[in-house]
């Protein structure tokens, strides 16, 4: 499995629907963490995106997830960079494979 650190950039303008569609995206995020696939996830301080951190097989798998996020489908969400991450210290550090 591969560490990916997702960073979301959320629509200038997405804020009320981001508020509507947020309790189904936290549904979202628990339940893939509860299955291990998001080791860590939430908003910046500022509110312009998000930071995710993934376990997947591969970036194909991944973008597969990601298009299921209820920001995505909503369309709150502006740009996304993936970045395979191998962390090597701290509490996720050895889950890259």
Known sequence: MTVFAVEYVYAADSAETRNEVRPAHREWTGGLAQDGAILASGPYGDGAGALLIFKAADEAALNSILKQDPF????????????EWSPVTGMLAGLAA
Do not use: D, E, P, S
């Open 72 to 83: 995505a489908v909503a369309g709150v969400i502006a740009g996304i960079r993936v970045t």
